[in-house]
Each structure stands twice: as C-alpha cells, then as structure tokens.
C-alpha cells in the first residue's frame, strides 16, 4: 500500500470526467516547498499532484474551485507522461483521494456542531459530512437556531430552507432591489 497526504491549492476547477465507461472527480493539486539557499537566494519547487474522486455525487466538488486550498490523503500510484511545457518524460503522481478537507476560506457555510432530535450531538467536518463511524445516521439534524440540515446514506449534510423562510428571503431580496431601484432614479 502506498499512502500519501498533500497539502495545496487548487490549479483549475475540479473537473467530472469519463474513463472506460465510469466516471470520477478528477483535478490538480499544487504543492509548494520554499527555501534559501546558504548564498541567501530564495528557491521555490512546485510539484502537481493530480487527484482522482471517483464518487461522482461527492457533495464537495462546488468547493473545488480555482485556487482553494485543499487538504487531501489516499492512496497514490506514480505516473509517467510526456510534458508539452518542458518536452520530455515526467513523473508525477496521482492520488485516488480517500479523505479531503477544505482549508481557509469562508465562513462555514454549515454549523460545527448538529443535534438530532432525542438532543444528540455530531460533529460536523469541514467536508460537511458527519463522523463516518457513526453506522445508524440520523436523517434530519438541528443547529442551534432550530435550523434543520438533511444527511443523506453517505453522511453528507446540506441545510433544508424550508417554505417559510424561501418565501421570506424572496419577499426581502424584492423589497432590496425595490429600494434600490428608487436611489438610482
């Protein structure tokens, strides 16, 4: 078995993609390493590292996007291919990704922490999804304003808006650009 962890940005949007019929989340990986030499000059060596998803229903491929930084580990394979950019034969090493977490960034967009009904508490990771060890997971989760989140089979978490509260956001962004609309006139 041959793991590996990489930490880095993303070089373009993460792509879905088709091989022999079957489909997967496929996108690059850059690492980094900076040094100064003993003379004083500053070096840098960039090494890509394709990573391969092959759940394509992942609830994570809208955050791989250019440029965000990424955490991922599984198991990797070295690889052989001919670089257009430096006209020769290249190694390089592709990851089937097992674990992935988001780095930086935004505010979360769910809670840390979600209760179920009975008042049990999961702890949410970065991916969204729930602690995978848990066998029985439970369908509908609560934060602590009484928001509800939905968890499918594979632990996943996405928030419910419910009708109420679409209809109240809707009724706001209308009245938003109502008055918006009167300060340009």
């Not at 989340?25 to 960039?46: C, L, M, P, R, Y």
């Not at 674990?99 to 949410?124: A, H, K, M, T």
């Not at 439970?138 to 996943?156: E, I, M, R, T």
């Amino acid at each position: 078995m041959f793991k590996c962890e990489v930490i880095g940005n993303l070089g373009a949007d993460a792509q879905i993609k088709g091989e022999n019929g079957k489909q997967f989340i496929s996108f690059n990986v850059a690492h980094t390493d900076k040094w100064t030499d003993e003379a004083g000059q500053q070096h840098e060596d960039t090494t890509w590292v394709q990573c391969i998803i092959n759940d394509t229903a992942a609830k994570v491929l809208p955050f791989l996007l250019k440029g965000k930084s990424v955490y991922v580990r599984g198991n990797a394979r070295l690889r052989v291919f001919s670089s257009a950019k430096e006209r020769r034969m290249v190694a390089g090493v592709t990851i089937n990704v097992r674990d992935i977490e988001l780095i930086g960034g935004q505010v979360d967009l769910i809670p840390r922490q979600l209760n179920d009904e009975q008042g049990v508490i999961y702890p949410v990771y970065k991916a969204f999804y729930i602690d995978p060890s848990i066998k029985k997971k439970p369908a509908n989760l609560l934060d602590a304003q009484c928001h509800k989140y939905s968890v499918d089979k594979n632990g996943f978490i996405t928030r419910v808006q419910d009708e109420q509260a679409q209809a109240g956001e809707a009724q706001q962004a209308n009245e938003f650009q109502g008055e918006n609309a009167k300060t340009f006139d």
